[in-house]
Structure formats: structure tokens, C-alpha cells
């Protein structure tokens, strides 16, 4: 199941857009700036604050390449879920396992570099920590959990609950519970009081990844598989799964997963082909605007990751900017309403355009700048 799991991420694994929100923050916090988007702006606390540190530490420490190494970061937790899943399971562990590796094919093609593998992981290690007795371990991993999503206040709350009606019950001492909210206090306290003092952001702003099918059918299925294998389990009178029966079903999962992944390769594809260049615009856009202009990405999280510190990205375009900057697979004069003129470029190794829209009073000079790199032949707009 590893094998196929690694295999099935290295295929399908694409960056998500809130991918490259969060790295834009790593990259201004490992070079001293802090938890911002733009520099100068106020440090705010980014909802997926346990992946922001865990990314940011590898690029402070090591230097590694913050985009690169929260692939590989992601795809190792995709493969802890698939352990875990097979360790929670018991004798229906294989069975977990396989849907788990399925479940996580569709998530591959949008999740990749995310937080949504860790949150995952962390759930699946607060359940293995309460099966095994260890409640403050399983109150730190919850309180990591909610760190990385705030959908883990749920299972956070839920898992709280349980103990506490155990604790009534007395199935254990009132020690599991207290340890538990002992474990998650030391690490959420601090945590909830930066996010409380921190300036109010869209979320957007505070790099979690947007929710959606890809999002919680990972989350899902994972948790909804092992969660019937440990019920199968614990009945007695459920039959043992026999090992040919388990094989076939692996099979007949993964080919299904498979395929219905190859269907959706020419959109993988289509989205690594559009993310690469719109890094390359960004990075064009980094080198030859003056420092500190202003532009708008048009949502475009891998455009403003690539243009790093140098820009500022702005979300609303009714704010006066130096730039304002866009991309289009075809050459389009058709200008925006307001201060700004069309100028087209045409990559000479392709042959696709891009269209950027700088305002009227900055036009040639930003145009004199833009068009002093050889890569790009500028093609003037007809005048109406």
C-alpha cells in the first residue's frame, strides 16, 4: 500500500492555490519580516499555524526550498495515514489502509503541499494515543490538530466528551481527562492568545486551504474507514476477513481509484502547466518592477509567491497601484475600465502572451523596464 500511495502522489500531486499563500509567508518569515503577506503590514497568525512552522523551519534551518520541501513534507504524511489507518484497523487494517491510499488519489491532484495530510495524520495519532491510554500525549496531537485547521476544534471537543463520560463511568480515573486538557492547554493557549491579538485577516489572507470535496473526501473516507474497521473489530461475531477476499478488494479499489484518476490527467496537467507559468510571470515581474510596486495577482497565490518580498500584492482593485498585473493565454487589447492601458508580450519560446495592465501615469516607464528582458517581445496594442 505504501508503494501505491507514493506512486499514486508523485503522479497525481499538484500545489493547491492556499499552497502558495502559505509558502509567501514562510519565505518572509524565515527572512526576518514575520507572519506577513506584504511587508510592512501587521503580523497576523495563519490558521494552519503548525504547517506554517513546520515548513518555515526547514527553509530557516536548512535552506531548503520552502516549495519543494512541503511537497515532500505532504506526501510523507499521506503515507503515515495510510500506516496509522492500517495500524487502527486491526484485522481490517489492510482494508483502512487501501481506502485511505484511494481517498487520497482526488486529494493528490489539489492538496499536495497543504496542511490537509498533517491534519489528517494528527487526528488518526490523537485515536492511536487514546487507544493506547497516552491522554496527554493525545491532548498535545489534538491541540496540534486544531493549530493546523480549525476544523480539529471538532474532534478536539469530541474527543474531550469521551473521556469525560468514561471518566463518569468509570472506566478510568478523572486523571485521563484532566491530562488530556493538560497536554492541549500548554500548546493552545498561546497560540489561541497570538490569533486573539493578531490583526483581523480573511482567510483567504491567513493561508488555510480552501475547503471543498478534494478537502474533506480525504478527510472522510480516511476517517470513515477506520472507524468501521475498529468497530468490525471489536465485534465478536464479525468474521475475520480472509486474505484473498482482502486482496481482491485491494485490487478492485485501487484499479477504480486509478482510473478514475487517469481520467482527470490531462486537468493535472493542465493545472502544473498553468501554476508553472504563472511562477515564471512572477518571477519576470520580481525582476524587472521596481521594488515595492504594487500589483494585483487576480488570485493568482503562485504569481504572488514567485514575486516575493520585492512586490506588493493587493487584493482590491479599487486601490490605486503603480501595476496592475494579470495573465491571459491569448493576447488581449481589450484594456480595464479606469486608469490603465493594455501592453501585451509575447514569449519567444512558446508563443503565449501576457497581458499586463499598468496605469496610465507609470506606463512608460514600467513599460521601458518590462521590455528590456529578452525572453519577451513586446507587442504594442492598436490605438483605438
Known sequence: MLALALVEQLLFGTMGESAFVTFRYAENIAAGHGAVFDLGEPAVAPANFAWLVVVTLLKAMFGLDVAASAMVLSIVCVLGCVVLSHRLGGPFGPLAAVLTTAAAVPAACRLTGTEMGLFVLLLLAVASALAGGHTVVAGVLAALALMTRPEGAIPAVLAGIWLAVGAVKRRWSWWAPLGYLLGGFVFVAPWFTWRALSPDRPLSAAAAVACGPATYG?????????????????????????????????????????????????????????????KEIGSWLAEWLPPGSVIDARGNAALAYAAGPRLVVADDPAVTRPALVAYTPARDCAGLPGPYESATFQRVATGAWITVYPREDVFGSILGRLTADPRLTYAPCPRP
Do not use: M, N, Y
Not at 480472509?242 to 481482491?248: H, I, N, Y
Not at 484518476?261 to 504563472?278: C, D, I, K
Open 218 to 278: 480525504f478527510l472522510g473516507v480516511t476517517l470513515l474507514s477506520v472507524g468501521s474497521a475498529v468497530l468490525l473489530a471489536r465485534r465478536r461475531s464479525a468474521p475475520r476477513p480472509a486474505p484473498r477476499a482482502v486482496t481482491g478488494i485491494v485490487l478492485a479499489v485501487c484499479t477504480l481509484s486509478l482510473t478514475i484518476s487517469a481520467a482527470a490527467w490531462s486537468g493535472v496537467t493542465h493545472r502544473r502547466a498553468r501554476t508553472e507559468e504563472a
